[in-house]
C-alpha cells in the first residue's frame, strides 16, 4: 500500500513557475513508477508527466515538454514537478499516482494509487 499526499499548489501569474511535491508512505516506494496528471473543470483527467523506479527515465504530454520537470528523491519518498512559463490552461487540480507494474505511463488506469490532488491556477 501507498498512500500519497500532494501539495505546492497555489495562485501564479503566467509566466511565473510552481513546484509540486507528492510525499509517499511505504518502503517500497523506490520500486513504484510515479506520475503526475492534472484535471481542468468540466475535462477529463490528462497524463502530464512520469518517472519510472530508478528516475533515468522520464515521460511528458507534449502540452508541457520543455516547460515541466518531473523528478524524484527517492530516499526522502518524494516525487517532484517543476513547473515553468505556466500558462493559463495549465490551470487545474494536479494528482500523483504511483504503480509498481506501469507499462503504459500516460495511462490514468494503469495506475492503482492517487492523491487528493493539489489545485493549480494561472492567471492571465
Known amino acids: 500500500q501507498v498512500q500519497l499526499v500532494e501539495s505546492g499548489g497555489g495562485l501564479v501569474q503566467a509566466g511565473g513557475s510552481l513546484r509540486l511535491s507528492c510525499a509517499a508512505s511505504?518502503?517500497?516506494?523506490?520500486?513504484?513508477?510515479m506520475g503526475w496528471f492534472r484535471q481542468a473543470p468540466g475535462k477529463e483527467r490528462e497524463f502530464v508527466a512520469a518517472?519510472?523506479?530508478?528516475?533515468?527515465?522520464?515521460y511528458y504530454a507534449d502540452s508541457v515538454k520543455g516547460r515541466f520537470t518531473i523528478s524524484r528523491d527517492n530516499a526522502k519518498n518524494t516525487l517532484y514537478l517543476q513547473m515553468n512559463s505556466l500558462k493559463p490552461e495549465d490551470t487545474a487540480v494536479y494528482y500523483c499516482?504511483?504503480?509498481?507494474?506501469?507499462?503504459?505511463?500516460?495511462?490514468?488506469?494503469?495506475?492503482?494509487?492517487w492523491g487528493q490532488g493539489t489545485q493549480v491556477t494561472v492567471s492571465s
Open positions: 499516482a504511483a504503480d509498481p507494474r506501469v507499462i503504459l505511463v500516460s495511462i490514468r488506469g494503469a495506475y492503482a494509487y
Open positions: 511505504g518502503r517500497t516506494f523506490s520500486s513504484y513508477t
Open positions: 518517472i519510472r523506479w530508478s528516475g533515468g527515465s522520464t
